[in-house]
């Protein structure tokens, strides 16, 4: 594409749109670009086309996984569009859209309405206190019913949500809207794939809904200024721009969610909704400074003005075979123009910002500079990864990152052939690279490579992802969990090593006494040697010895824990007695007694702390009956019940997703290791078995 202008700080406005999985994001940012003239074909999601559906993944799956930025024009501004997924598997992405836009436009859909995604999204939107507006979407479909969603906004959402336009028609007779502050009525042109529209007067049948509409957002708006109030009052013409004015103010307030519709897929209502991005939401002057930390540490405003020194934050990173690394970043403060070197402070490195552009979905649209408060990026970037803040050299500042979900859904994964396996680790880092919300590493305790995500969706797509980008497979295992063993009883016995090869030979021997002790005293060794029958210099050799075999017990080679071992007798050789001897000989001591000694095998205790609604507290409680937790405590928590629990780690295998389908997606958990416990005697034999499998 050709090398478009750029485009001043009041020229912007960065908006995230989110929403419940499928309210219709995607294609209305299709529909929204191509109308504007800065996307050339009307895309579908069905098809695969849909302008911000960038990876096979996203098409393959129908549905957004990754955040993807685009911009419409509109009279020389420039609308960024954060498409998110609503996926809440995907949710790392939609946070970091949400963390660097100034306002938000959620989508409900006139079907479905207040979703369990729409409410979490709202979240997002209050945790940064966005300004934001609703787009209630499809309004073509069967059974939209545009007062139903707006009575389930207000009730669930905001109190303070207000119709702005409302639509003539719904369903298949939806044709038309009626905006309620310049209070024109439009048609849409029938095929019309830009949102084109007529002026036609108001019909009848909406005569009433627009009267009565009109009168409470022009009271609303009269309170939000006492003067405007007084002008109302006494019976005055408001003009539009000081309606517009009155309204945008409230919204940056938040105190009124101004509410659209249309329906995106036949571009009805993009045009409209476009122009009211640009009336009332704030551009990056306007949406308040940013804190982060100078060089010396202390914190600093950072202010969306060209005058100022430059930073920016890095927000997402992607890699596509072909393209090679590209850094999304928004620009926080200052102007950065071409061929600028700017510092990383995190990375203690320079980079020099070559081909600045403007994302338009997979596109890179060449600019010469970009203003303070503007979405760019950049390709190849040397050592810069997400959430690094770049600034000028000159005054280095570091921005708070994006404070992404933990993941808490793990699995454990090899590579399916050898091949894959040696190039496993490198995919991986690589994956993590792009979304923070993945990671994995080896677990050498239990031998396996474990991923961690935030679901099973999003764990499968990774792997997807991996075997198009970076060539690897991988088989998928359930994790295995880290036993321990210990010792029930006390129990003493001997071990004798001595060896004679051709010249010096090796020789060593222990008596050795075994007890138990408490969960979580660990290892102790004493020495109870007396009269020198083993040479001190060698007692603390059987103590190491016997500490090395317990590394792998036996009941099922895992190491043994919470035990003592005291060495009271035993006897040498004053040539061949040797510290590894004596280690060999306690070595020996250890797998002798502890056959003795009703060897047994723990397991992870782990304390759980489930978060969920009241109205989902008897299933979860139920839930984890079934799994042989111990309940401790319950606690009301903003609205939600915390519930205390302890339970066995093996009781936890896809707990969190299980949770999720009980809550709808609005239960969720922490896990910490509390210690261990003996595994219950039903479950013993199993372990033994499968440890004595993967021995071969
Ligand atoms: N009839 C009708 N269908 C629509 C409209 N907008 C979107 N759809 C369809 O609804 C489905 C979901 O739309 P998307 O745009 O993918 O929704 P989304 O919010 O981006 O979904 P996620 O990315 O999964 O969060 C697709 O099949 C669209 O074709 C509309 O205005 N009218
Ligand atoms: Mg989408």
């Given at each position: 594409m050709a090398a478009a202008k750029s485009f001043r700080t009041e020229q912007i406005r960065n908006v995230v749109v989110l929403g419940h999985g499928g309210s219709g994001k995607t294609t209305l940012i299709d529909a929204v670009c191509f109308a504007a003239g800065t996307s050339n074909r009307k895309g579908s999601v069905g098809a695969g086309t849909a302008l911000t559906m960038t990876t096979p993944e996203e098409t393959g799956h129908g549905m957004s996984m990754q955040l993807t930025v685009a911009h419409a024009i509109r009279e020389g501004t420039k609308v960024n569009l954060l498409d998110t997924p609503g996926y809440m598997d995907f949710v790392g992405d939609a946070t970091a859209a949400a963390r660097v836009a100034d306002a938000a436009l959620v989508t409900a859909s006139a079907t479905s309405g207040v979703e369990v995604g729409t409410e979490m999204v709202w979240q997002l939107c209050d945790d940064r206190a966005l300004p934001r507006m609703i787009f209630v979407s499809m309004m073509d479909k069967m059974h939209a019913n545009f007062g139903k969603v707006l009575n389930e906004v207000r009730e669930k959402l905001a109190p303070g949500a207000i119709p702005v336009q409302i639509p003539i028609g719904a369903a298949s007779t939806f044709k038309g809207v009626v905006n309620l502050l310049t209070n024109n009525a439009y048609a849409y042109k029938a095929g019309s794939t830009t949102g084109e529209y007529e002026e036609i007067p108001i019909p009848d049948e909406v005569a009433d809904d627009v009267e009565n509409w009109q009168t409470e957002l022009m009271e609303t708006l009269a309170t939000t200024d006492e003067e405007l109030l007084d002008r109302y009052l006494e019976g005055e013409e408001i003009s539009l721009e000081e309606q517009l004015a009155a309204l945008a103010g409230a919204v940056a307030e938040g105190e009124v969610v101004p509410v659209f519709c249309g329906a995106a897929e036949q571009s009805f209502g993009v045009r409209e909704l476009t122009e009211m991005m640009v009336a009332l939401l704030p551009h990056p002057g306007q949406a308040g400074e940013v804190e982060a930390t100078n060089g010396g540490g202390d914190p600093v405003q950072l202010r969306a003005a060209d005058d100022e020194s430059v930073s920016a934050l890095v927000f997402k990173t992607t890699a596509e075979p072909h393209v090679g690394e590209l850094s999304l970043f928004r620009v926080y403060s200052g102007m950065i123009v071409n061929g600028t070197?700017?510092?990383?402070?995190?990375?203690?490195?320079?980079?020099?910002?070559?081909?600045?552009?403007?994302?338009?979905?997979?596109?890179?649209?060449?600019?010469?500079?970009?203003?303070?408060?503007?979405?760019?990026?950049?390709?190849?970037?040397?050592?810069?990864?997400?959430?690094?803040?770049?600034?000028?050299?000159?005054?280095?500042?570091?921005?708070?990152?994006?404070?992404?979900?933990?993941?808490?859904?793990?699995?454990?994964?090899?590579?399916?052939?050898?091949?894959?396996?040696?190039?496993?680790?490198?995919?991986?880092?690589?994956?993590?690279?792009?979304?923070?919300?993945?990671?994995?590493?080896?677990?050498?305790?239990?031998?396996?490579?474990?991923?961690?995500?935030?679901?099973?969706?999003?764990?499968?797509?990774?792997?997807?992802?991996?075997?198009?980008?970076?060539?690897?497979?991988?088989?998928?295992?359930?994790?295995?969990?880290?036993?321990?063993?210990?010792?029930?009883?006390?129990?003493?016995?001997?071990?004798?090593?001595?060896?004679?090869?051709?010249?010096?030979?090796?020789?060593?021997?222990?008596?050795?006494?075994?007890?138990?002790?408490?969960?979580?005293?660990?290892?102790?060794?004493?020495?109870?040697?007396?009269?020198?029958?083993?040479?001190?210099?060698?007692?603390?050799?059987?103590?190491?010895?016997?500490?090395?075999?317990?590394?792998?017990?036996?009941?099922?080679?895992?190491?043994?824990?919470?035990?003592?071992?005291?060495?009271?007798?035993?006897?040498?050789?004053?040539?061949?007695?040797?510290?590894?001897?004596?280690?060999?000989?306690?070595?020996?001591?250890?797998?002798?007694?502890?056959?003795?000694?009703?060897?047994?095998?723990?397991?992870?205790?782990?304390?759980?702390?489930?978060?969920?609604?009241?109205?989902?507290?008897?299933?979860?409680?139920?839930?984890?009956?079934?799994?042989?937790?111990?309940?401790?405590?319950?606690?009301?928590?903003?609205?939600?019940?915390?519930?205390?629990?302890?339970?066995?780690?093996?009781?936890?295998?896809?707990?969190?997703?299980?949770?999720?389908?009980?809550?709808?997606?609005?239960?969720y958990h922490r896990r910490k290791l509390l210690g261990y416990d003996l595994v219950p005697p039903m479950r013993v034999e199993k372990i033994v078995a499968e440890a004595a499998e993967r021995e071969g």
């Open positions: 070197e700017l510092r990383n402070v995190s990375r203690n490195a320079s980079e020099r910002i070559n081909h600045l552009a403007i994302p338009q979905a997979r596109e890179r649209v060449d600019v010469d500079g970009l203003h303070a408060g503007d979405i760019g990026v950049v390709a190849k970037l040397k050592s810069t990864h997400t959430n690094d803040t770049l600034s000028a050299p000159t005054n280095p500042v570091t921005i708070e990152g994006v404070v992404f979900p933990q993941p808490d859904i793990s699995i454990a994964v090899r590579g399916a052939a050898r091949s894959d396996e040696d190039k496993l680790g490198e995919a991986l880092g690589k994956l993590h690279e792009e979304d923070p919300t993945f990671a994995a590493g080896f677990n050498p305790e239990i031998r396996q490579t474990i991923a961690r995500g935030m679901g099973e969706l999003h764990l499968d797509v990774q792997f997807e992802r991996m075997k198009r980008k970076y060539g690897v497979s991988v088989e998928t295992e359930p994790p295995r969990i880290a036993y321990r063993e210990t010792i029930t009883a006390e129990a003493q016995g001997q071990g004798r090593f001595k060896k004679q090869t051709g010249g010096r030979g090796q020789f060593g021997d222990c008596w050795v006494r075994l007890r138990p002790r408490d969960r979580g005293e660990g290892y102790e060794f004493i020495s109870s040697i007396k009269g020198g029958v083993i040479p001190t210099k060698y007692v603390p050799s059987v103590g190491r010895g016997i500490e090395e075999a317990a590394a792998k017990g036996v009941v099922a080679g895992y190491p043994v824990v919470d035990f003592e071992a005291e060495c009271y007798d035993g006897s040498y050789h004053s040539v061949d007695s040797s510290d590894i001897a004596f280690k060999v000989a306690g070595s020996y001591a250890f797998r002798n007694v502890a056959e003795k000694a009703k060897p047994a095998l723990l397991e992870p205790i782990l304390e759980i702390t489930v978060t969920v609604p009241e109205e989902y507290l008897g299933d979860v409680m139920g839930d984890l009956n079934g799994r042989s937790a111990r309940v401790l405590g319950m606690e009301p928590l903003g609205g939600k019940t915390a519930i205390m629990a302890q339970v066995a780690e093996a009781e936890l295998y896809k707990y969190a997703s299980v949770l999720r389908s009980i809550t709808q997606g609005r239960g």
